[in-house]
């Protein structure tokens, strides 16, 4: 009777060791927990480069909006092949 309690002990403890050691263990879970918070870490810093990226598409294009209306108003500018109507207000 004491050595199957002992024999038992043991292959409870084997099943154990093999559940929290081996494939899909606790060191398992640890290294896919560290891929996982660098592939967030990637991911942020994408997301602000988009970010950055877009507010700089944004700038360039109301940057050349406000140049080209300033050509039209100021001096008189025009695109090709396009043409120039000014209407004046009656008092």
């Known amino acids: 009777m004491r050595w199957a309690t002992v024999l038992l002990l043991a292959l409870l403890g084997l099943v154990q060791a093999g559940l929290w050691l081996g494939s899909g ?6 290294k896919l927990q560290a891929q996982l918070d660098a592939a967030q870490r990637h991911t942020t810093e994408q997301k602000q480069d988009n970010l950055r990226l877009q507010a700089e598409v944004d700038d360039l294009r109301n940057g050349l909006e406000m140049v080209e209306d300033r050509a039209r108003s100021e001096l008189g500018m025009i695109k090709p092949d396009e043409i120039f109507v000014q209407l004046t207000a009656r008092r």
Not at 25 to 30: D, K, R, W
Request: net charge neutral; charged share 0%; aromatic share 0%.
């Open 25 to 30: 263990g606790i060191p398992q879970a640890m």
